[in-house]
């Protein structure tokens, strides 16, 4: 071979072994024409984007598209994996974290005017002297009032970091039309998950938890201790139409309940081995008589306190069949995305049971409760589902379901009242609610007179006149019972009174006055024993069948 070709040669065959002994270090083989070129499912998702972001016929926004195929992706999962952005998650913070940043003020928009319902307690707005029924009608040199006016645009004016001022200008109706100014210093603002602790008659301790957030456990326990204090020696725990929240914040909140070494709930799942969570001390309310409510509403946290009770006979679950939401998610972000929460595990109650209902393939997850409807699941007590293969014991021996939710002890039927037209059309338009503003406003000195809200309930009942008459004349239809729409909306009047001048907690137990179900739970002490030792198992009823997880 002339010189001349003899470096082309060596590199040639350089080359060639290069390119033979591809994979070596990684025991890969060195030589395989039918070996299909592996792809990552990851790189093809992000290879399509990237073609269609170079080459589609119009402009993408590829953000968006990464959205949408990440949501269509979750959607072939579970109902409660979902993808959040971080502005999603920053809004929902808020509430599960306990505090904001702001001035403390409970409002609403009513003619493009702020309406302060009520200020927090201990915040900002109440220690400068803002009241239930001003209007703000300028912040700092701004005129706001009469200006198209949105919640988010509210929250922009009025929220901001501690520390910092803003002058408010009010309209307070009791003062003749004068304005006020004031200068408020913002502060950290608590939001409460117990929003009731009332001690009422029989001596009974009445808590309503909305939600299982941080600050939640801290503040059941200092309800509880106030209420003891005040000689509470039977509690009612209401938690209708509470989503959940943490588990951390159920988890002691049970171990009030029962004593130390006692489980309260496991999770597990495919790629998670079983958790148990434990009591680690003995509670301060082991004998105290308890009763849980629950509704269709209650979920997660909710159905974990519901079920811990229930399997150690600790107490009486009164109501209807709870959620059911059962699935635990995990929160993992992606850079300044947003992030993932992935359920990763189910929860089961100390028994055994499963708590999230069936999902999947043939079951309308979404509507479900249009399914309990038409089985009467709200009405009668023998409609509630119950599998008979699904049976298990609570501790002292009663029968109890899984399948889906915590089926109560005590069940309480829905109230399916008729609401007339009128009354709802007071509802909806914001009428009644103007209307307590204005009573509140200008009876402010002759409710309060009265001493507190047990005393302003006891004055309603014997007759005060609130001038419901006039407001229903309003909408009142000529052919609706009128006798209906007048208890509904002196009813709804009356929490909102007591809500505005006695805080929220006041409200709620105004509302207790007509409320069938709480009822069914005081009615449930006078058989706490018998239930607990002796419930029969329910009849079962049957569950269609279906390809459900």
């Known amino acids: 071979m002339p010189r001349v070709w003899l470096p082309l040669a060596l590199g040639a065959a ?7 002994g591809r994979g070596l270090d990684r025991e890969e083989p060195i030589w395989n024409l039918q070996a299909p070129i592996y792809m990552p499912s990851g790189q093809v998702l992000s290879s399509v984007l990237d073609r269609i972001d170079r080459m589609y016929v119009d402009p993408v926004d590829r953000s968006r598209l990464t959205d949408v195929a990440i949501d269509a992706i979750l959607d072939e999962l579970d109902p409660h994996s979902d993808w959040f952005s971080a502005e999603e998650l920053a ?5 599960m974290e306990g505090n904001f940043e702001g001035i403390g003020v409970e409002f609403l928009l009513q003619e493009d005017t702020i309406m302060v319902v009520t200020p927090i307690p201990g915040g900002p707005s109440q220690e400068a002297g803002i009241l239930a029924g001003d209007r703000i009608v300028s912040v700092d040199d701004s005129v706001i009032a009469g200006t198209g006016l949105t919640n988010s645009k509210v929250m922009q004016l009025l929220k901001g970091p501690a520390g910092t001022e803003v002058r408010l200008g009010l309209f307070r109706p009791s003062t ?36 299982f957030a941080r600050n939640t456990h801290d503040e059941f326990e200092a309800a509880l201790e106030a209420l003891r204090q005040q000689g509470a020696d039977r509690l009612v725990l209401d938690l ?17 309940f029962l004593d130390k070494g006692e489980l309260v709930v496991y999770t597990e799942g495919a790629a998670q081995p079983r958790r148990e969570y434990v009591t680690e001390r003995p509670g301060r309310y082991l004998s105290e008589p308890l009763v849980v409510m629950v509704d269709e509403g209650s979920a997660s946290a909710s159905e974990i306190f519901a079920g811990a009770m229930q399997d150690h006979d600790r107490g009486v679950v009164v109501g209807r069949r709870t959620f059911g939401k059962g699935l635990v998610q995990e929160e993992f972000p992606v850079a300044d995305r947003g992030a993932l929460r992935l359920t990763v595990a189910r929860y089961y109650t100390p028994s055994g049971r499963s708590i999230q209902r069936p999902y999947g393939r043939g079951v309308d997850y979404e509507d479900e409760w249009l399914e309990r409807e038409a089985r009467g699941e709200y009405l009668e007590a023998d409609s509630v589902w119950q599998v008979d293969s699904l049976a298990y014991l609570t501790a002292g021996g009663r029968q109890v379901f899984g399948g889906g939710g915590i089926a109560p002890d005590v069940f309480a039927p829905l109230d399916t009242g008729i609401f007339p037209a009128s009354f709802r059309e007071l509802v909806y338009a914001g009428r009644i609610r103007e209307y307590a503003f204005q009573l509140t406003g200008e009876r402010r000195e002759e409710f309060l007179a009265l001493g507190e809200v047990s005393d302003f309930l ?23 019972d009128r006798d209906r729409s007048f208890f509904l909306t002196r009813r709804r009047l009356v929490e909102r009174i007591a809500h505005n001048l006695w805080g929220e907690s006041a409200g709620h137990r105004a509302a207790l006055k007509w409320d069938s179900e709480w009822q069914s739970a005081l009615a449930a002490f006078d058989s706490l024993d018998s239930i607990l030792q002796h419930l029969p198992p329910a009849p079962p009823v049957v569950a269609p069948e279906t390809e459900a997880n």
């Open 240 to 256: 209708r139409g509470n989503g959940g929240g943490y588990l951390h914040a159920a988890v002691p909140m049970v171990e009030q």
């Open 14 to 20: 350089l080359m060639l072994g290069t390119y033979l």
């Open 458 to 480: 006891t004055a309603v009942n014997n007759g005060m006149d609130l001038g419901v008459d006039a407001l229903l004349d309003e909408t009142l239809y000529p052919e609706e």
């Open 176 to 211: 003749d039309g004068d304005s006020l100014s004031v200068k408020i210093r913002r502060g950290r603002i608590p939001i409460h998950s117990v929003v009731s602790a009332e001690l009422l008659e029989g001596q009974i301790g009445y808590i309503k938890v909305i939600r």
């Open 91 to 95: 809004a929902m913070a808020e509430p």
